[in-house]
């Protein structure tokens, strides 16, 4: 019903910068909210960065003020300028997004998930 498709991530030296975007598609009648989680090897998935549709952000104590998210409710597309990285923000990122679909069964909402993206930083 719902796909979501990452890019953005890849290698980059601390202290360096990466944007992850994610754009959301299928059959959507609203989103109420998008955001980004990571998982590091041996970690749990945590909350890093979420807005509402109404552009309230939250973000993870560890990312605040290094990293911003943004959304286009438009186009139903996230996303996350990561400045300042460090060794501790690798890992996978995973878009989500809190949606309303539309089916033969009704409506339904549900969150759905991205494939996730690496994010590597070298020291």
């Known amino acids: 019903q719902v796909q979501l498709v990452e890019s953005g991530g890849g290698l980059v030296q601390a202290g360096g910068s990466l944007r992850l975007s994610c754009a959301a598609s299928?059959?959507?009648?609203?989103?109420?909210?998008m955001g980004w989680y990571r998982q590091a090897p041996g970690n749990q998935r945590e909350l890093v960065a979420t807005?509402?549709?109404?552009?309230?952000?939250n973000y993870a104590d560890s990312v605040k003020g290094r990293f911003t998210i943004s959304s286009n409710n438009a186009k139903n597309t996230v996303n996350l300028q990561m400045n300042g990285l460090k060794a501790e923000d690798a890992a996978v990122y995973y878009c989500?997004?809190?949606?309303?679909?539309?089916?033969?069964?009704?409506?339904?909402?549900?969150?759905?998930w991205g494939q996730g993206t690496q994010v590597t930083v070298s020291s």
């Open positions: 989500n997004a809190h949606c309303t679909t539309w089916s033969r069964s009704g409506y339904d909402t549900a969150d759905y």
């Open positions: 299928g059959t959507i009648i609203s989103i109420n909210a």
């Open positions: 807005i509402t549709s109404g552009g309230t952000t």
